[in-house]
């Protein structure tokens, strides 16, 4: 089992910024890739970001490359998406997840955090 837990969300202005963190307990977090997936009301969760186990390699969707940037300290069983240039669009309940298999799809994750509330002002 492995469990997951964000933090850093909130309300921020359009072109601000906002780190979120994922903290990961249980089983070896490094034998995990990890990602973040959000998902805005009405809406089916989405790929953000992803990271391979080592932090060798990295992966964004199209609508955040460039403005967000996930990285992972294998010592602190911690991984973190530093949000910029934040826009309402951006504007969903981010959500951390363990992959044992695929990272860009959600049915590739066996573990999910809660979720993080993030709101982006106009």
């Known amino acids: 089992q492995v469990q997951l837990v964000e933090s850093g969300g909130g309300l921020v202005q359009a072109g601000g910024s906002l780190r979120l963190s994922c903290a990961a307990s249980?089983?070896?977090?490094?034998?995990?890739?990890m990602g973040w997936f959000r998902q805005a009301p009405g809406k089916e969760r989405e790929f953000a970001a992803a990271?391979?186990?080592?932090?060798?390699?990295?992966y964004y969707a199209n609508s955040v490359k460039g403005r967000f940037t996930i990285s992972r300290d294998n010592a602190k069983n911690t991984v973190y998406l530093q949000m910029n240039s934040l826009k309402p669009e951006d504007t969903a309940v981010y959500y951390c997840?363990?992959?044992?298999?695929?990272?860009?799809?959600?049915?590739?994750?066996?573990?999910w955090g809660q979720g993080t509330q993030v709101t982006v002002s106009s």
């Open positions: 249980g089983r070896t977090f490094s034998s995990y890739g």
């Open positions: 997840g363990a992959s044992g298999t695929t990272l860009l799809i959600p049915t590739g994750y066996n573990y």
């Open positions: 990271i391979s186990k080592s932090g060798g390699n990295t």
